[in-house]
């Protein structure tokens, strides 16, 4: 019996992240095992101290289609139930969360495997670009 088709869902938002809602939107019945990555903002970076923001930037319809051939290629090595991932444009601040990678599977080597492969490939392939501010500055930084 062939697997039933990945249920994937990827989305560019302005809106917080909504870890909850990202848990129950992978849930399956027939998953044992759900993982959820969440990249945040922290307040330092390369030597800075007091970052209080993120600006992001990106295209949304060039970056959707990186990430779901990123979910294809994850489907094609693991088997998934569904993948969910989200990252945010625009202002983020220390503590808010700026990606999040959700997957579930019916195992969980699959799920962590192909939750570590989306978060490392979406830092490395997607063109998304982030300015950090801190107290008297800001600057533009390069992506991994």
């Not at 997957?103 to 998304?128: M, Q, T, Y």
């Given at each position: 019996?062939?697997?039933?088709?990945?249920?994937?869902?990827?989305?560019?938002?302005?809106?917080?992240?909504?870890?909850?809602?990202?848990?129950?939107?992978?849930?399956?019945p027939s998953a044992g095992a759900t993982v959820l990555f969440l990249g945040t903002v922290r307040n330092h970076s390369e030597g800075k101290t007091g970052v209080t923001h993120l600006d992001y930037e990106a295209?949304?319809?060039?970056?959707?289609?990186?990430?779901?051939?990123?979910?294809?290629?994850?489907?094609?090595?693991?088997?998934?139930?569904?993948?969910?991932?989200?990252?945010?444009?625009?202002?983020?601040?220390?503590?808010?969360?700026?990606?999040?990678?959700?997957?579930?599977?019916?195992?969980?080597?699959?799920?962590?495997?192909?939750?570590?492969?989306?978060?490392?490939?979406?830092?490395?392939?997607?063109?998304?670009?982030?300015?950090?501010?801190?107290?008297?500055?800001?600057?533009?930084?390069?992506?991994?």
């Open positions: 019996m062939e697997a039933p088709p990945v249920r994937v869902r990827v989305g560019i938002t302005s809106e917080i992240i909504d870890a909850a809602g990202l848990i129950a939107e992978v849930g399956d295209y949304p319809d060039v970056v959707v289609a990186k990430i779901e051939e990123l979910v294809g290629a994850a489907a094609s090595q693991w088997e998934l139930q569904a993948v969910v991932v989200e990252h945010r444009v625009g202002r983020v601040f220390v503590g808010e969360s700026s990606v999040a990678v959700a997957v579930s599977a019916e195992h969980r080597e699959a799920a962590f495997n192909a939750g570590r492969f989306l978060i490392d490939e979406l830092k490395a392939r997607a063109p998304i670009w982030k300015k950090e501010h801190w107290p008297g500055g800001a600057e533009w930084v390069a992506g991994a």
